[in-house]
């Protein structure tokens, strides 16, 4: 395997040689690799409030997930067992993922904003003997238990670190403390054995089951060095759901992998205040926030807070509007660098450090990675030509990272894997100098008129507005141009929904971008239909006609 440091981009990408071994497992090969060579700080653990910070080092991790790998032994647990995890950010979280990978035991994270509903889901589709939950979230696994013929052990974790008394369920911190803190499993890990299994969040469809093996960990040292640019020194805030894939790659495998330490805050809801706050406070040198967290930045004056530790920001998860990227810019001095990857992958595209940033474009592909803007037909289509995003898998190995289909799902494999292709299911451009731009889930483009039309490209000319708070633009049939634009409205406070708002709106589309994008119809609503991880159910409004 060799990796070097980014110093020019195309010298990396011809240089970079991915060779994953036949054995791995995060647990012994990295967090215990680091305990033996110094047992620096790995997680910097925050409270709700921002009032208790906690150093946790590698040798803390080491030691509690052996405990926690012991403790599902006692419970009978086997090599291959799902167990169906809901723990939010903290650092039970860490002890409970490392000990099930080094069990042999596939975690399934899952946020707390699941319904007992999901959760039934969840359970039965992946047939998970196992359930390990925070006390608070116990209660909607008991409502549905009955209906998950599956399941067969209950572990509860308290949020605070006490025991818990509750029928049916094993006390997670007094079982590990009565367990020992060596660990020694009964025969090396595969690689391609599985470690995780996600749900994607369903934004055309039900969540369709992600299984992510041994060797995804350790690919994504390719996440941390190619995109993340991330060293031995610094403190790394990604934030994220500890349900999300996300959270993968920027709260557990990539910066560790670099050695760096993460930043674990377990608030709730958003802070922006606390959050700039905490910045300063922890010395984060890496920051990384969904477009949401940067656009509610954007509304403060970040002139008075002091983000100078800042040595560079990301972006994921959608792509970023280029005029909040300016906002940032000016408070901080980083160009923030969008990246793009899935649950199904790691970081496939990105603004690398040796690239310069294109404020708005999703980078280049990762070095490492064969990808282009692809017809239905496999056809590498030429500069701004719209397109799918694929990654090429009929080469010498296959891809760093990338799963093998989904999960009890033949014809979604099918639509997925074809002509030596993987199609991500999202759509882009690509520019000349080969820099990718999003344009759309590919269910999303519109096609009015013999225009290709991108939704965000309409929605990102919406939210310059200031009476736009938030939008999401669909094509509604039209007999004459086939479709047309209409754009769901969410206004921002102290506007209000009349006529000549309507009219005003769209003349600034208009001039904002090009004029036939501009939407016909505009609905005002209160809020928008958005899948448990936030992204907005454009098929919903679709669906309304």
Request: hydrophobic residues 40%; aromatic residues 8%.
């Amino acid at each position: 395997m060799h990796l070097p440091d980014m110093m020019d981009y195309e010298a990396t990408c011809r240089q970079v040689r991915y060779e994953p071994p036949e054995h791995y497992n995060f647990g012994f090969d990295l967090i215990d690799r680091r305990a033996a060579d110094g047992d620096k700080t790995a997680c910097i653990s925050v409270d709700a409030p921002g009032a208790t910070i906690t150093e946790i080092g590698f040798g803390d991790l080491s030691r509690s997930s052996n405990r926690f790998a012991n403790v599902l032994a006692e419970l009978g647990a086997r090599r291959g067992d799902l167990a169906y995890v809901m723990i939010g950010r903290i650092p039970a979280w860490y002890e409970v993922l490392i000990g099930c990978a080094k069990a042999g035991v596939v975690a399934m994270p899952a946020t707390g904003l699941l319904t007992p509903k999901d959760i039934e889901y969840r359970i039965n589709a992946s047939n998970a003997r196992i359930a390990i939950v925070t006390d608070d979230n116990a209660a909607k696994v008991d409502a549905v238990r009955a209906a998950c013929p599956s399941l067969e052990r209950l572990v509860v974790v308290s949020r605070d670190g006490g025991a818990v008394a509750r029928p049916g369920w094993t006390d997670c911190r007094g079982a590990m403390a009565a367990a020992s803190d060596a660990f020694v499993p009964d025969r090396p890990t595969r690689a391609d054995e599985p470690m995780l299994v996600y749900f994607t969040s369903g934004t055309t469809s039900r969540p369709k089951m992600v299984a992510r093996d041994h060797g995804y960990a350790l690919a994504h040292v390719l996440t941390g060095r190619y995109w993340m640019d991330l060293r031995e020194d610094d403190v790394h805030w990604t934030l994220s759901d500890t349900g999300w894939a996300k959270a993968a790659w920027g709260v557990l495998f990539a910066p560790w992998q670099m050695g760096a330490a993460i930043v674990l805050h377990d608030g709730v809801g958003f802070d922006v205040d606390l959050h700039l706050r905490l910045i300063a406070r922890l010395g984060v040198t890496t920051f990384c926030a969904p477009p949401t967290a940067y656009r509610m930045f954007a509304q403060v004056d970040l002139a008075g807070y002091n983000l100078r530790s800042l040595r560079h920001s990301l972006g994921a998860g959608e792509p970023l509007n280029p005029e909040v990227i300016k906002i940032w810019e000016e408070a901080t001095g980083n160009v923030i660098r969008d990246g793009y990857g899935q649950t199904e992958s790691i970081t496939l595209l990105g603004n690398s450090p040796a690239l310069p940033v294109r404020p708005g474009s999703m980078g280049k592909p990762v070095p490492g990675f064969d990808i282009d803007v692809v017809d239905d037909d496999g056809v590498r289509l030429e500069p701004e030509e719209i397109g799918h995003i694929a990654v090429r898998t009929d080469g010498a190995s296959w891809p760093p990272g990338l799963f093998d289909g989904y999960v009890d799902a033949p014809e979604m494999n099918a639509r997925a894997f074809r002509h030596g292709w993987y199609y991500t299911g999202d759509t882009a451009t690509r520019d000349e100098d080969g820099y990718f731009w999003f344009v759309g889930r590919a269910d999303d483009i519109i096609s009015s008129a013999g225009y290709r039309i991108s939704p965000f490209e309409v929605e990102s000319a919406l939210l310059e507005h200031p009476a736009v708070a938030e939008s999401a633009v669909v094509g509604r049939p039209d007999p004459l141009r086939g479709e047309i634009v209409k754009a769901f409205v969410v206004l921002a406070d102290g506007h209000d929904p009349t006529p000549a708002l309507v009219t005003a709106i769209q003349d600034f589309v208009k001039q904002v971008t090009a004029p036939y994008k501009y939407p016909r119809e505009i609905e005002f609503r209160a809020t928008l239909p958005k899948t448990i991880s936030g992204k907005i159910r454009r098929v919903e409004l679709r669906a309304e006609g």
